[in-house]
């Protein structure tokens, strides 16, 4: 069946560092592929998606490149901000059926001053 | 435009007891779908509804129940609950269930403990 693989968190990071969170699927066909954020005590946000290869999701300054040769949607952001400090959710949407996302676990951000 | 809003936004059952969620999806969204995030874990399918009829369901057993209404919004139903029913419940509606291209907008959920 289809499924998400992120990396294990925590990650830590000082402010204006480099960020990268790994993801990659399994999935038959060509799903559409999300980041979500969810930041303490709310609901998920969508923070970026790509439908098709070599597409590139971003939003606030974060990226992600749909790579269909690698089967990955890694999450970068050049520098973060402590406001960027959360929990990322990579999600797939697979074609046809019911339009169900299926998630990863989450990779919690830290984001220190 | 207002968002997707779920009510309660917490609720403490005892083990057995029946719960209902409820969601109002966001305006000119007439596809619902519910989640179950238990804690530090990512959101897993419970199933969608789609102009009031089920569109389909993840693993879960036939104590979780829904409807949908005319007006789109849509309630969660789960009978007999045990304590592994603890988790955040998201409720997430999108425009159209035969488009592939969109995110859905999700809520802010319910936090039902079982004790």
């Given at each position: 069946g289809n499924s998400v693989t992120q990396m294990e968190g925590p990650v830590t990071l000082s402010e204006e560092a480099f960020l990268t969170i790994n993801c990659t699927y399994t999935a038959t066909g060509y799903p559409s592929l999300f980041w979500y954020v969810q930041y303490p005590g709310e609901g998920l946000q969508l923070l970026l998606k790509a439908t098709k290869a070599d597409d590139k999701g971003s939003n606030k300054g974060f990226e992600a490149t749909y790579r269909k040769e690698t089967t990955s949607f890694h999450l970068e952001k050049g520098s973060v901000q402590v406001s960027d400090s959360a929990v990322y959710f990579c999600a797939l949407k697979s074609q046809g059926g019911s339009e169900k996302l299926v998630f990863g676990k989450g990779t919690k951000l830290t984001v220190n001053p | 435009e207002t968002g997707v809003t779920q009510s309660p936004t917490h609720l403490i059952k005892t083990r057995g007891q029946q719960v209902t969620l409820r969601c109002s999806s966001q305006s000119g969204h007439n596809t619902v779908s519910w989640y179950q995030q238990a804690l530090g874990q990512g959101p897993q399918f419970i199933f969608q509804y789609y102009r009031e009829e089920e569109n389909g369901r993840g693993n879960?057993?036939?104590?979780?129940s829904g409807l949908q209404f005319p007006n789109y919004s849509s309630e969660l139903n789960v009978n007999a609950?045990?304590?592994?029913?603890s988790a955040l419940y998201l409720c997430a509606s999108s425009?159209?269930?035969?488009?592939?291209?969109y995110g859905y907008t999700f809520g802010s959920g319910t936090r039902l403990t079982v004790v």
């Open positions: - | 879960f057993p036939p104590r979780f609950l045990e304590l592994d029913d425009p159209s269930a035969q488009r592939g291209d």
